[in-house]
């Protein structure tokens, strides 16, 4: 004869197994989310050193602008002095640079004839910090500064920047002197040149 408390426990068995999935689910469901919130901190941290890592190979300081003046002019640093040509240049600097560059008024220093000038060029895609010193018209220094772009770094070396030195420049606004190029950093290579090229240029025509 069947038990009339089968009935009851069958029905409490089920009602433990529901209470047991609904455990087992909770459970599984907090180690997703907890899984979950871990790889999005892992992520995360890893596009911070990503783009922290990106940053610091786009902004190559070797020297700060600062620095080079100070060293340029044996640690005395001369008085500040802003240039301001003539509209009428703008066609000449434009020439120099290949394209239509805005100038606008260039700082400079000055010391018994030498100049030293900080002027920019885009490279590739980003512009080419590069420090220049002028004496008796002509190229005592060009130096990389900072560099941004993520190839064609060669050129902050000596074995290229010196080939700038003693270059004058012709009439026609171009070196008097041949720049070899970098396999792979033509366009800093021709960023350079015209930045010799325009600090040159500015330095001849700083008293008009």
Do not use: C
């Not at 907890?34 to 596009?47: D, E, F, P, Y």
Request: charged share 25%.
């Amino acid at each position: 004869m069947p038990s009339p408390f089968q009935g009851e426990g069958r029905g409490e068995g089920s009602f433990f197994k529901k209470i047991s999935f609904k455990i087992e689910f909770t459970i599984t469901l907090v180690h997703y989310l907890i899984i979950r919130k871990i790889m999005l901190r892992i992520i995360l941290t890893l596009l911070v050193i990503f783009s922290f890592a990106t940053k610091v190979q786009a902004d190559d300081v070797y020297q700060s602008p600062e620095e080079f003046i100070k060293q340029a002019f044996g640690g005395a640093t001369p008085p500040v002095k802003t240039l301001q040509l003539p509209t009428n240049f703008n066609s000449e600097i434009n020439k120099i640079m290949d394209r239509q560059y805005d100038l606008g008024k260039p700082k400079y220093w000055e010391k018994d004839g030498r100049t030293a000038w900080i002027l920019e060029e885009i490279g590739k895609v980003k512009p080419i910090t590069t420090g220049v010193v002028i004496s008796d018209d002509k190229i005592e220094r060009l130096k990389v500064l900072i560099y941004r772009e993520s190839h064609g770094w060669e050129v902050k070396h000596d074995f290229f920047t010196d080939q700038f030195k003693g270059l004058g420049l012709k009439d026609s606004g171009k070196l008097t002197g041949y720049i070899d190029n970098v396999s792979g950093a033509t366009m800093s290579v021709d960023a350079l040149r015209n930045i010799g090229e325009l600090a040159l240029f500015l330095h001849k025509n700083r008293n008009k």
